[in-house]
């Protein structure tokens, strides 16, 4: 599976990469705002993108994703440690993930959604992880 990673922290998105390289993904590249992201979809068609709620330079992650759907066929995953209710992000992205999250959790949290994708329900829920 083909992921992208959008984080403007620049030690979280190294980090997520790192964790999911361990695991087997192909992690195409870490964005940091939605432009990269979208340049970055275009170029390498990732089957999912795990989008951080708030980006640098003022981005929204929602917004990103909804782009990311919309212009390049690429669902999405939401990071955030801020509160957001599911109805805000219904539309735009297949779940939200609640930061902080254990390493586990992240892959489980990949491995559900990819179940998803592919027409299967999810093995089992991980702590964080809301499917909308």
């Known amino acids: 599976m083909k992921l992208i990673v959008i984080e403007d922290d620049r030690l979280v998105g190294p ?3 790192a964790v999911l390289e361990r695991e087997g993904y192909d992690v195409l590249g870490v964005a940091t705002t939605a432009a990269k992201a979208l340049r970055l979809a275009r170029q390498h068609e990732p089957d999912l993108a795990l989008v951080d709620l708030r980006l640098g330079k003022g981005d929204d992650g929602l917004a990103t994703a909804r782009r990311l759907r919309e212009d390049c ?8 440690g801020f509160d957001l209710r599911a109805e805000e992000a219904r539309g735009a992205a297949l779940g939200i993930l609640r930061k902080p999250m254990a390493p586990h959790d992240l892959v489980q949290a990949v491995e559900s959604v990819r179940a998803l994708l592919a027409g299967d329900a999810p093995d089992r829920i991980p702590r964080g992880l809301e499917l909308l």
């Open 15 to 17: 980090a997520v990469q």
């Open 73 to 80: 066929g690429v669902p999405a995953l939401i990071m955030t």
